[in-house]
């Protein structure tokens, strides 16, 4: 996954031991992540859909992501976290499925992930100081900011909200914004990213964040039911 992408996709987060049909510590029925797809249904003709899955969890969204060298952030000491937000930790095994929605301007990704064993926590340990960063790695800038979450019965949902800035061999300046709003169900984990949908052209559309935090919430009752 390109540094990019990565930094579009990231998301802020709070330790949560929290499951589905269960407390905490408890044994969770698993979740056929396959049932994400049932949200297809939640949108109109004039939205594309496209699924992918189930599949082994793909090791390359697992653990920190690469940053590019030379950048800094700020606060300096959210460096970790930046790298580590909304992804599951390495050496994660299990079943993964995807939902793909292009339409009204933006593309959705849905992703349901259901580990074999071990919970899908996120260290949330330096969230509080942590609600925005900025980081800066010379032609590429940008922040992360935490946003609200909808809230979800026996889960714990996180969102952040993220831009970048980049300047090309031209000069010319490039900007993109992100959404990502992430339920995490013990074993489970359910995230939805929100992007502009690239038109050649074309300045991009407004994120319609709303919708993307809605989409969690079908989500979610897709892998319930």
């Known amino acids: 996954m390109s540094v990019r992408k990565s930094l579009l996709v990231s998301s802020v987060g709070l330790m949560v031991c929290a499951q589905a049909l269960s407390g905490c510590g408890g044994s969770q029925k698993p979740v056929d992540t396959t049932k994400l797809f049932n949200v297809q249904s939640t949108f109109g003709s004039d939205f594309k ?34 790298a580590n937000s909304g992804r599951p930790p390495k050496g994660i095994r299990g079943k993964m499925s995807m939902v793909s929605i292009l339409g009204n301007g933006n593309q959705l990704v849905a992703i349901a992930m259901q580990s074999d064993e071990q919970d899908l926590p996120y260290d949330g340990t330096d969230a ?32 952040s909200h993220s831009e970048i800035e980049i300047t090309g061999k031209d000069g010319q300046q490039q900007s993109r914004e992100s959404y990502t709003f992430t339920a995490y169900l013990g074993t489970a984990l359910v995230q939805v990213t929100a992007n502009p949908q690239p038109v050649r052209g074309q300045p991009p559309a407004m994120v319609d964040a709303d919708r993307a935090r809605q989409l969690l919430v079908d989500a979610v009752a897709a892998l319930r039911n």
């Open 49 to 82: 859909t496209q699924t992918k899955g189930p599949n082994d969890i793909d090791p390359k969204i697992l653990g920190p992501q690469k940053m590019p060298p030379g950048v800094t952030f700020e606060p300096s000491d959210c460096a970790d976290y930046a």
């Open 128 to 159: 509080e100081k942590c609600k925005h960063v900025s980081f800066n790695a010379g032609k590429l800038t940008g922040y992360l900011d935490e946003v609200d979450a909808p809230q979800i019965d026996h889960a714990k949902t996180t969102g």
